[in-house]
T-cell receptor, first 112, second 113 residues
Framework: RKEVEQDPGPFNVPEGATVAFNCTYSNSASQSFFWYRQDCRKEPKLLMS???SGNEDGRFTAQLNRASQYISLLIRDSKLSDSATYLCVVTVATDSWGKFQFGAGTQVVVTP | EAQVTQNPRYLITVTGKKLTVTCSQNMNHEYMSWYRQDPGLGLRQIYY???????DKGDVPEGYKVSRKEKRNFPLILESPSPNQTSLYFC????????????FGPGTRLLVL
């Protein structure tokens, strides 16, 4: 079983619509959580960190549910430029924060 | 411009021929890391370094070596490449701290025949 799992999609979303997807993690000791964005096998770029109380950055909202061990990303008012693969990233173990585990990514396709 | 650079960007080689992929960052970051990305598997961490002369294994270190003699450089060495090391490789760096943003290099596409 993978440590970090994501629905690969694709999620086909009309422009202007809302899309949401989750990422589950298996290690209950996971400490930090992030969403990265990756365009077409280019380098990943940080979209946002995920905080315990949930956080918002413009049209993007991230939530963390420690009890059920998942994080979510919601994109409102989708733009064509939001088409990308979204990677869920988790750090594990308090004594080795340098280890990161990535999900395989969720592909989002925003259509006109 | 703040950046992470990798060289080469593309490489075709043959089984057993030693190769090195260089990674350099100009942001004075303590932390650096190497990942490989394969379809359906996502990015998997190979090695990481918390600072100069401090390196540790990630999830898939077999067949790879690294060194961190200087803060800015973190080369990835494949002593005897095999076809299963054909992949897209990314180097990343960040300031210290588990919540710090990782900045990725542009990637190196490696094909081992």
């Amino acid at each position: 079983r993978k440590e970090v799992e994501q629905d690969p999609g694709p999620f086909n979303v009309p422009e202007g619509a809302t899309v949401a997807f989750n990422c589950t993690y298996s290690n209950s000791a996971s400490q930090s959580f992030f969403w990265y964005r990756q365009d077409c096998r280019k380098e990943p770029k940080l979209l946002m960190s995920v905080y315990s109380s949930g956080n918002e950055d413009g049209r993007f909202t991230a939530q963390l549910n420690r009890a059920s061990q998942y994080i979510s990303l919601l994109i409102r008012d989708s733009k064509l430029s939001d088409s990308a693969t979204y990677l869920c990233v988790v750090t594990v173990a308090t004594d080795s924060w340098g280890k990161f585990q990535f999900g395989a990514g969720t592909q989002v396709v925003v259509t006109p | 411009e703040a950046q992470v650079t990798q060289n080469p960007r593309y490489l075709i080689t043959v089984t057993g021929k030693k190769l090195t992929v260089t990674c350099s960052q100009n942001m004075n970051h303590e932390y650096m890391s190497w990942y490989r990305q394969d379809p359906g598997l996502g990015l998997r961490q190979i090695y990481y370094s918390m600072n100069v002369e401090v390196t540790d294994k990630g999830d898939v270190p077999e067949g790879y070596k690294v060194s961190r003699k200087e803060k800015r450089n973190f080369p990835l060495i494949l002593e005897s490449p095999s076809p299963n090391q054909t992949s897209l490789y990314f180097c990343a760096s960040s300031a210290t701290g588990r919540k710090k943003t990782q900045y990725f290099g542009p990637g190196t596409r490696l094909l081992v025949l």
